[in-house]
C-alpha cells in the first residue's frame, strides 16, 4: 500500500524558513521520481519541486531559488526546505512518486505575521 505521510509545516513569519517532510512506504522509493505539491485556499494543485532518484531537482519558477528539495534513498523521505517565505506560499502541501494516484494528508504550511 503506498503511502505518504507529510509534516513540519507551520506558521511562519515572512522571510522565514522550515523544512517539510514526506515519509513513505509501499513503493521502491529509490526508483522514482518524487514531486512535492501545494495547494492554496480556492486554487489548484500545483507542483512546486520535482527530484530525480540521483538527486537532480527541478522547481517551479515561483518557487525556483529559494525552495530545496532533497532526499533520503535510505529512510524513504523526501524533503522540501522552504527558505525566504511569502505570505502567498501558504498553502498545504504534499509529496506523492511522479504518476502515482495516491496523495497523503499533506501538512499547512501559513505564513503570516
Known amino acids: 500500500q503506498v503511502q505518504f505521510v507529510e509534516s513540519g509545516g507551520g506558521l511562519v513569519q515572512p522571510g522565514g524558513s522550515l523544512r517539510l517532510s514526506c515519509a513513505t512506504s509501499?513503493?521502491?522509493?529509490?526508483?522514482?521520481?518524487m514531486t512535492w505539491h501545494r495547494q492554496s485556499p480556492g486554487k489548484a494543485r500545483d507542483l512546486v519541486a520535482s527530484?530525480?532518484?540521483?538527486?537532480?531537482?527541478f522547481y517551479s519558477n515561483s518557487t525556483r531559488g529559494r525552495f530545496t528539495v532533497s532526499r533520503d534513498n535510505d529512510k524513504n523521505t523526501v524533503y522540501l526546505l522552504l527558505n525566504s517565505l511569502k505570505p502567498e506560499d501558504t498553502a498545504v502541501y504534499y509529496c506523492?512518486?511522479?504518476?502515482?494516484?495516491?496523495w497523503g494528508q499533506g501538512t499547512s504550511v501559513t505564513v503570516s505575521s
Open positions: 506523492q512518486h511522479y504518476g502515482s494516484a495516491t
Open positions: 509501499g513503493f521502491p522509493f529509490s526508483e522514482e521520481i
Open positions: 527530484i530525480f532518484s540521483a538527486g537532480r531537482a
